[in-house]
């Protein structure tokens, strides 16, 4: 892939990813063929800001864990009312962070 594809790629979608794994995907980017570049270019990355309001709206209803794909956390976040309301203020504080980790462990799925 081309470094101005390459860096289009990281300033639209940067914030969709942990800071300190920019240099990995930097390099995963650079040496994906144009198959898995297509792929990477064209998914939709889950936005840090979403999970924080579903954490923050519907998180005692284990929304914005259903929502990243946490379907068994989801279930026993919602069965224990989020963990009678403890476990829902943490995912308010650690929500950007856990979406951020599902990007990146998506875009690693897709880049090999």
């Known amino acids: 892939m081309e ?5 289009q790629f990281l300033m639209v979608n940067g914030k969709c990813f942990p800071a300190d794994a920019q240099g ?20 939709d990355w889950k936005n ?10 519907l998180g005692g209803f284990a929304v ?3 929502w990243l794909g946490d379907i068994g956390w989801g279930i026993v976040k919602l069965l224990t009312g989020g963990a009678f309301g403890i476990w ?10 856990r979406t951020r980790k599902a990007n990146y462990k998506k875009f690693l799925g897709i880049a090999g």
């Not at 840090?48 to 709206?57: D, Q, R, S, V, Y």
């Open 3 to 7: 470094k101005e594809k390459i860096d």
């Open 24 to 43: 990995i995907i930097r390099e995963k980017l650079l040496s994906a063929n144009e198959s898995k570049t297509n792929i990477l270019m064209s998914t």
């Open 48 to 57: 840090p800001t979403a999970g924080f309001l579903f954490a923050f709206f």
């Open 88 to 97: 829902t203020i943490v995912d308010w504080f650690t929500a950007y962070g």
């Open 64 to 66: 914005d864990r259903f």
